[in-house]
């Protein structure tokens, strides 16, 4: 090797180190504490929530990536707070760092609006209810700016109620491959109703409301001083709300002082199915997420739901400050609490008892099957003309659907049936059974009615109906009387009540001439070629064996 080669691969000189500019760093912390807007609203919502607010009206247009609006009844910011509001680390709910173990409140670093400020056009409008007046003022990278060209960045008096209205707009703006990787603006509105339900349930004491921007119907509207299973009901349908159980649970007695903690659950029984699971946890009032609570409940519904099939949970755990730390990620959606495993347990246990109580009785969806009556056999025009009705109808609901996503109708599953009984009477089983062959027959046969000028002549179907109850005819041959009466006195009182009230299931064996009937509830093996067959000799007895027994005929 020549000493130019050993020269190429010497290794390159090290690099300066250089410090970051300072917006450099704001925008990069930013990124990590707003993804996408629901993760904005969240700060924002949680911060009206802070500030006491009873009402939250939200506006989102653009799935909030072009205006994200928040106006609550809060208590307001002062005006001698704006001109800092916008700065990192600046907050009203944190003096010291020991403040983090008796923490009650939401936000504590102060770094929410310094980030959108950083990602997006901030403004603010605020009054206190010891204010004349509101001030509205604008901020961009953390600093109070002008309004207007040769204006002065500081706060202007406006017109305004109590508690403060946060508005973003152009989010992302200076971050183009974050804004290009959220185009799909249905789906973070999604994301920012998803979020705003988790809240709204969890606070139902607070009316919370939210709609697209120029549309005056919110898709998501509820009152104040409603309650849980209420709000729930609202939010989630009443399928829920019907299904819905309750759990009360606290720590043991033998628990220390710091290490206490109690549980609010609302979950659904064993009545309900749904295609995904519905997990709502909330630890000390935050919204997170907790991947060994959410496998260990979902576990408890595996043995009692069927496959597929999903429940609704809602659980509200309380622990004592000290127990819990919050400042384990940017976005606080993760927290780190004592005794996860017993709390885990514990929870789990009571869930467990509750299903296992109410478990005793089951709803199941059926579907009855319609018996008699003409099959209309539609023709070609009139497909097309239904297909684009119902082209036409789903548009319109899809229209009316803020979300903007077809809602397909539920697909009813086999084991969400029951098997029902063809004696069961339907309106069309009480009209006569006509071949549609011979509607024209019958056609023609009111016309000869009519043209014979008879009144009142009626017209007799040509086909009776299917179903004929079989009457016994009379008789007045001793002979043949005294062997209806040995019939009688001699048949199998069980087997008769089973073959006369029985429904058929299906064919097992077809070669073996075995098939399953069901009778009240229990399920019978029947030969159906015994039972089939009427002997020609009066000693002649058919053995039938049903699940297991041998009934005799004679």
């Known amino acids: 090797m020549t000493g130019n080669e050993e020269s190429a691969f010497e290794p390159p000189a090290p690099l300066p180190i250089r410090r970051l500019q300072e917006s450099l760093i704001n925008r990069i912390a930013a990124g990590e504490i707003i993804h996408r807007p629901a993760s904005a609203l969240k700060e924002l919502l949680e911060n009206s929530l802070d500030a006491g607010a009873t009402s939250i009206r939200v506006v989102v247009k653009d799935g909030g990536l072009k205006l994200l609006q928040i ?30 173990s008796r923490l009650t409140t939401y936000g504590f670093r102060g770094e ?9 056009h901030l403004s603010v409008v605020t009054k206190t209810r010891s204010e004349v007046c509101a001030y509205k003022a604008q901020y961009s990278d953390g600093r109070l700016v002008p309004s207007q060209a040769g204006h002065t960045p500081d706060p202007k008096p406006c017109a305004g109620n109590d508690g403060t209205i946060i508005t973003i707009e152009d989010l992302f703006f200076n971050i183009p491959t974050r804004l290009s990787a959220l185009r799909n603006t249905s789906d973070e509105y999604s994301r920012i109703l998803d979020v705003i339900t988790k809240y709204a349930i969890h606070n139902p004491k607070v009316s919370f409301s939210c709609k697209k921007a120029g549309s005056g119907t919110p898709e998501i509207s509820t009152p104040s001083g409603s309650t849980t299973p209420q709000t729930i009901g609202m939010l989630y349908g009443h399928t829920v709300t019907k299904e819905i159980l309750h759990a009360d649970i606290v720590s043991p007695d033998n628990t220390k002082a710091d290490e206490t903690w109690s549980a ?65 990620h940017p976005t606080k959606k993760e927290v780190h609490f004592l005794n996860e495993d017993v709390i885990t347990e514990r929870i789990c246990d009571s869930v467990q008892d509750i299903l296992a109580e109410k478990n005793s009785s089951r709803t199941f969806e059926y579907q009855t099957l319609l018996t008699g009556g003409i099959a209309e056999q539609p023709s070609t025009s009139d497909k097309k003309r239904k297909g684009k009705e119902r082209e036409r109808e789903s548009d319109a609901e899809v229209e009316e659907n803020g979300l903007g996503s077809k809602q397909e109708p539920r697909k009813v599953y086999s084991h969400q049936k029951v098997r029902t009984s063809l004696q069961d009477r339907t309106l069309d089983s009480m009209f006569p059974v006509i071949d549609p062959s011979q509607i024209a027959d019958l056609a023609g046969s009111e016309k000869t009615s009519k043209s014979s000028g008879v009144p009142g002549t009626p017209v007799t179907p040509a086909v009776a109906s299917r179903y004929r109850e079989i009457t016994e005819s009379d008789c007045n041959l001793t002979s043949v009387n005294a062997l209806r009466r040995v019939l009688v006195k001699k048949r199998h009182k069980s087997l008769t009540e089973i073959l006369e009230k029985h429904i058929f299931v299906g064919i097992v064996d077809l070669d073996r001439c075995l098939s399953l009937v069901q009778h009240s509830t229990k399920l019978y093996l029947v030969n159906h070629g015994a039972l089939a067959y009427v002997p020609s000799f009066p000693n002649m007895t058919v053995t039938t064996h049903v699940s297991g027994r041998n009934f005799s005929i004679s």
């Open 71 to 100: 106006q609550d009844n809060g208590c307001g910011i002062r005006k001698t707070d704006l001109p800092i509001l916008a700065e990192r680390f600046t907050t009203s709910k944190l003096s010291s760092f020991s403040d983090l």
């Open 112 to 120: 929410a609006l310094a980030s959108i400020s950083h990602v997006a």
């Open 264 to 328: 609010q659950a609302y979950f659904t029984s064993a009545n309900y199915q749904a295609k995904k699971t519905i997990f709502l946890l909330f630890i000390n009032h935050r919204l997170v997420e907790s991947t060994r609570l959410k496998r260990a409940l979902e576990g408890l519904y595996t043995g009692i739901l069927p496959k597929g099939a999903s429940p609704f949970i809602y659980l509200s755990l309380e622990i004592h400050p000290r127990a819990v730390d919050v400042n384990v």
